[in-house]
């Protein structure tokens, strides 16, 4: 694990409800990345996966 920042999704304050953020990954290779969610003085870091296939014809 490197433990570099590889993108902001959004830093905007959002109202209390539910909301979707998309992340276009293609630029990014298979692998575990970390992602931060902050409310108030709450902060919640989570792991994901990213895995990548080939298609192939």
């Known amino acids: 694990m490197m433990g570099q ?5 959004t830093n905007a304050n959002l109202r209390a409800g539910s909301h979707n953020i998309n992340w276009d990954a293609s630029n990014y290779s298979s692998g ?6 902050t409310a108030g003085d709450k902060v919640l ?11 192939f014809h």
Do not use: G
């Open 45 to 55: 870091t989570e792991d994901m996966a990213l895995i990548k296939y080939l298609k």
């Open 5 to 9: 920042e590889v993108e902001v999704l």
């Open 32 to 37: 575990i990345y970390f992602y931060k969610l």
